[in-house]
């Protein structure tokens, strides 16, 4: 593999040095189904009226901010630490850092190559290096890189929305949420769903239909707790993406498969778990909507 070298490509500058003030690098070892007393009644008891939406972004940033190497047995890799920050801000309060290989980048550049070649003709990708990828000069280059790749993709409308680039994001943590939701193990799955939710409204901002489907999912898990006050304040959200969406955009208030993540794991049990709270949360929606007209 590119990133599996020895030790004779790791050169002292690599380690514990720093570029441009920005860029840091050092070295790091690193060795069901849902409850059946879930009745609609009372999760609508746990639901609550919804505060004012806050706008969603305008755009995002990528910037690599560390790298550090990783040893795992007889290999080692790059890891690049790479935070996703609000456009035209002094002072993001809420800044998303992912760490990713360059094999995680590869994927990505493939996957989208396939998918959508006229459209990544003009993207430029660093190409693998047989030697010398530990070295402080060529993780510089290849960061300023993969800042730019990604910039350009999330700058291209048609490249932003494929399932492939947010899978790249939040994909794997995703999953990982849905199968602990699966197995209910709901204490497990609540920060799983709170870290992919923050990188899903950064790139994808506050209404997507995905941040509500989280959002469901999260509600599900502190329903299932017994954490009612928590359970509240995610389909108070929930239901503010419902309402700034629409309920006639999302089938009137069903929600269909097109409206879900695809993400493999979510089978039909989550799919049954999330469908049940956004029926509450569009139950809702419809009703206040039914309540205004009558008052008109």
């Keep these: 593999m590119e990133e599996d070298l020895t030790d ?25 189904s849902f409850p059946r007393d879930m009745s609609t009644g ?20 990528f910037q690599v901010i560390n790298v550090r190497i990783v040893r795992e047995g007889h290999h080692k890799y790059v890891l690049y630490s790479i935070v996703i920050l609000k456009a035209n801000s002094c002072l993001d309060e809420d800044p998303i850092v992912i760490d990713r290989r360059y094999s995680d980048f590869e994927r990505l550049n493939q996957a989208l ?10 993207i430029a990708f660093p190409k693998k290096k047989i030697t010398g990828n530990f070295k402080s000069e060529t993780i510089a280059v290849r960061s300023r890189a993969f800042e730019q790749f990604l ?11 494929l399932t492939e680039f947010s899978d790249f994001f939040y994909g794997h943590t995703l999953r990982e949420a849905y199968q602990k939701l699966v197995n209910g193990a709901y204490a497990e799955a609540i920060p799983l769903f709170k870290t992919s939710l923050g990188v899903q409204r950064k790139l ?4 997507h239909h995905h941040v509500l489907t989280t959002l469901c999912a999260l509600t599900a898990c502190a329903y299932s707790l017994e954490r009612f006050e928590n359970a509240h304040l995610f389909s108070e959200s929930a239901l503010e993406c419902l309402e700034a969406a629409g309920v006639s955009t999302m089938s009137d208030g069903v929600l269909t498969d097109a409206d879900l993540p695809s993400v493999d794991c979510i089978n039909d049990t989550s799919v049954k778990v999330v469908r ?7 139950a809702k929606v419809i009703v206040r909507v039914q309540s205004v007209t009558e008052q008109l």
């Design 8 to 32: 004779a490509d790791l050169t002292d500058d690599a380690l514990e040095s720093s570029i441009s003030g920005k860029l840091l690098f050092s070295e790091d070892s690193r060795n069901a």
């Design 42 to 61: 009372n999760l609508e008891a746990a639901l609550g009226k919804p505060t004012e939406p806050s706008p969603g972004p305008s755009g995002v940033t």
């Design 113 to 122: 190559r396939k998918k959508s070649p006229l459209l990544m003709r003009g």
């Design 151 to 161: 910039t350009h993709i999330f700058s291209t409308d048609s490249l932003r929305v």
């Design 204 to 207: 994808q901002g506050d209404f």
């Design 276 to 282: 049940t709270v956004f029926s509450v949360v569009a």
